[in-house]
């Protein structure tokens, strides 16, 4: 698993993110504040095959602060920062 650059990245804008899998998984989304709740639903995509996947967050609808996206396939967690304006 793979975050590639989340972007725009800081932004008022939604932002698009990427990730690279080198086998079909199962992979979680969220998006969490700074005091680590969770602020977008969770997004769950399943089978996921191998390859580079996008996906567009709504980020503008968020206050102006300092998020993470976490992105999980069950084996591994990353976490990737953001701003918004």
């Known amino acids: 698993l793979v975050v590639l650059p989340i972007y725009p990245n800081p932004t ?3 932002i698009t993110l990427s990730i690279l899998l080198t086998e079909t998984s199962t992979v979680h989304i969220e998006l969490i504040d700074q ?3 969770v602020v ?3 997004k769950q ?3 996921l095959e191998a390859g580079i996947h996008t996906f567009r967050l709504p980020f503008s ?4 602060g300092v998020y993470f996206v976490r992105v999980s396939d069950g084996n591994t967690t990353l976490l990737e920062k ?3 304006l």
């Open 12 to 14: 008022e804008e939604d």
């Open 35 to 37: 005091r680590g709740r």
């Open 40 to 42: 977008l639903n969770p």
């Open 45 to 47: 995509t399943e089978n």
């Open 61 to 64: 609808e968020l206050n102006k």
């Open 82 to 84: 953001i701003v918004r």
